[in-house]
C-alpha cells in the first residue's frame, strides 16, 4: 500500500508541475517600425525620460513574458504624458519582445495604451536617448510636464504568481499526506 501512495503522491506533484510549465513559447519577432511620425499616430505615448525604478523580478517560476514594471521620470512629452512620473509596462525580456530598461539610463519611450497602461516594447522605436537624434530632429522642443505626481509606491506586486503557485503545490502536498495516511490505516 505503501507503493501506491507513493505512486500517487508522485503523479499528483508531477501533474501540478507540468499544469504550470509552459506548453508553447514564442521569441521575439518584430517587423521594421514605422517612421518617427507614424509611430508617433501609432502610439499612445512618446516622451524622455530617466529609468528610475523597475518591479522586481520575484517568482520561483518565471517566463520571459511576465510582465515588469518600469517608473520613468519624464523630462519632455510630445504625446500622452502630461505627469513628472509614469509608468510603463514591458515583458521581463527581449525574448518576449520586451525592452529591457536599465536603471538611471534616459530613453526616448514610444509606449502604446493597452488596457489604460502604457506599454513598450522591443518592436517600438524605443530607444537610448542618446541614440535618438535622429528622432528628435523630427519630433523638435517637447513640452515638460506640468502635473507633479509621485509612484514610487505603484508599482506592480509581481509575486500573486508565486503566492498562486504555493498555494497549489500546499494543496496537492496536503492530498499527498492524506492519501499516505489513509492508505496506512
Not at 519632455?76 to 519582445?97: D, H, L, M, R
Request: charged residues 20%; proline residues 2%; negative net charge.
Amino acid at each position: 500500500m505503501k507503493k501506491v501512495a507513493t505512486m500517487i503522491l508522485l503523479v499528483m506533484v508531477f501533474t501540478t508541475i507540468l499544469i504550470y510549465l509552459p506548453s508553447k513559447s514564442f521569441a521575439c519577432s518584430c517587423a521594421e517600425p514605422g517612421t518617427v511620425t507614424e509611430e508617433v499616430n501609432r502610439n499612445g505615448a512618446v516622451f524622455s525620460g530617466r529609468v528610475i525604478k523597475q518591479s522586481e523580478d520575484v517568482g520561483l517560476f518565471r517566463s520571459s513574458a511576465d510582465p515588469v514594471s518600469v517608473l520613468f521620470n519624464v523630462d519632455n512629452s510630445w504625446k500622452g504624458v502630461n505627469q513628472t512620473q509614469v509608468i510603463v509596462e514591458t515583458e521581463s525580456s527581449s525574448a518576449s519582445c520586451g525592452y529591457e530598461f536599465t536603471a538611471n539610463e534616459k530613453y526616448l519611450v514610444y509606449a502604446s495604451d493597452r488596457n489604460g497602461e502604457l506599454h513598450a516594447s522591443l518592436c517600438s522605436r524605443t530607444i537610448a536617448l542618446t541614440d535618438a537624434e535622429s528622432d528628435l530632429e523630427v519630433l523638435g522642443m517637447g513640452t515638460e510636464p506640468s502635473e507633479v505626481v509621485h509612484l514610487e509606491n505603484s508599482l506592480k506586486d509581481s509575486s500573486v504568481g508565486t503566492i498562486i503557485l504555493w498555494v497549489v503545490i500546499g494543496i496537492v502536498v496536503a492530498g499527498g499526506v492524506i492519501l499516505v495516511k489513509r492508505f496506512r490505516t
